[in-house]
């Protein structure tokens, strides 16, 4: 895994995200006016996110533009980072977060939604904690972590995905999605083992995170 900050110059916060062969860019602009107007909340701030596969991120070229898929990842996205960030301190304004895939070998919305948590706090938003994702799930018998694109399609075995998404500090899942079948006991596993994914994405955050402000305390 690879985590680092402040890696986009014309944004208020950016951060990269590697996991295994799939990596996110995030960049966060705001708080600013909101536009359209008539999203603005009075006591409030919002959280627009969009997502999105850069052509080269899949062996076959990604289409350009935004589709579906596209949609929904930026909807779960936001509903996370709506958990993450103190939205009641930013009243009448709007955090725009502009998500990349550059490398995608499953779990893009995971890394994604870990980039983009690093981004916000790299923007100086305040926070009620980091959010640290990943993907857990069950190839045949076994309960595993981070699914690589081949053992996603794994269908003989009747593989299943569930991301996740946590605030390590706080307990609290902001993010739970699941494709394919799962007991109630192996569902419980897998959260169990996410729990511990995200554990060590947590610590790679906050380290990136500090590397970035001793440098800047440093100039
Ligand atoms: P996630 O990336 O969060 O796991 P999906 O389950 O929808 O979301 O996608 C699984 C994987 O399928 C992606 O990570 C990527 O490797 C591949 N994939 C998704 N969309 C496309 C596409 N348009 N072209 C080629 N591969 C794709």
């Not at 079948?181 to 996410?194: A, N, P, Q, S």
């Amino acid at each position: 895994m690879e985590a680092e900050t402040g890696i986009i110059e014309n944004a208020n916060g950016s951060a990269r995200f590697k996991i295994g062969k799939t990596e996110a860019i995030a960049a966060v602009y705001g708080p600013s006016e909101v536009k359209p107007k008539h999203l603005e909340k009075v006591d409030r701030g919002i959280i627009l996110c969009k997502y999105d596969m850069m052509p080269f991120s899949v062996p076959d070229r990604a289409k350009p533009g935004i589709d579906r898929r596209d949609m929904e990842i930026g909807e779960v996205i936001t509903n996370a980072l709506n958990r993450a960030v103190l939205l009641e301190e930013m009243p009448r304004s709007m955090i725009a977060v502009n998500v990349y895939v550059s490398q995608a070998d499953a779990g893009t919305r995971c890394a994604s939604l870990t980039a983009a948590s690093m981004a916000c706090a790299d923007a100086g938003l305040p926070m009620r904690d980091l959010v640290a994702s990943v993907a857990g799930g069950k190839i045949g018998d076994s309960i595993c972590l981070d699914l690589t694109k081949e053992e996603e399609d794994f269908h003989e075995a009747a593989a299943t995905d569930v991301p996740m998404g946590f605030l390590p500090s706080k307990n609290e899942i902001v993010l739970l999605q699941l494709d394919g079948k799962v007991t109630r006991e192996d569902l419980r596993k897998i959260i169990e083992i996410g729990k511990m994914g995200a554990a060590r994405i947590y610590e790679l955050e906050k380290k990136a995170l500090k590397r970035r402000f001793l440098n800047e305390s440093k100039t």
